[in-house]
């Protein structure tokens, strides 16, 4: 079973910086890819980005396309996402997520771990 951790959440203004953190530990697979996602208040969980084991092939969502840099370091069994320019939208629960394959995909279905979250709030 593989554990997800997630760090690096905050407070931030509009147009700040957040880098999230994500560490598996556990029985861990370095050919699954790996995603990040995030949930607002009283909406539903969405796709944000995802990236190959490899790190060469990544995925985002268009709202932070440009904004969002998803990268992963396999010796340290850790990703991240660097999210830049961020936006009052961009509020919510950030949760990284372990893929069962290893295309990048949106789908929430294709990710059966899930960590426990991390909050990020932008304020204007």
């Known amino acids: 079973q593989v554990q997800l951790v997630e760090s690096g959440g905050g407070l931030v203004q509009v147009g700040g910086s957040l880098r999230l953190s994500c560490a598996a530990n556990?029985?861990?697979?370095?050919?699954?890819?790996m995603g990040w996602f995030r949930q607002a208040p009283g909406k539903e969980r969405e796709f944000v980005a995802a990236?190959?084991?490899?790190?060469?092939?990544?995925n985002y969502a268009e709202s932070v396309k440009g904004r969002f840099t998803m990268s992963r370091d396999n010796a340290k069994n850790t990703v991240y996402l660097q999210m830049n320019d961020l936006k009052p939208g961009d509020t919510g629960v950030y949760y990284c997520?372990?893929?069962?394959?290893?295309?990048?995909?949106?789908?929430?279905?294709?990710?059966?771990?899930w960590g426990q979250g991390t909050q990020v709030t932008v304020s204007s």
């Open positions: 997520a372990s893929s069962a394959q290893g295309w990048p995909t949106t789908r929430l279905s294709d990710y059966p771990n």
């Open positions: 990236i190959t084991w490899s790190g060469v092939n990544t």
């Open positions: 556990g029985r861990t697979s370095a050919s699954y890819a």
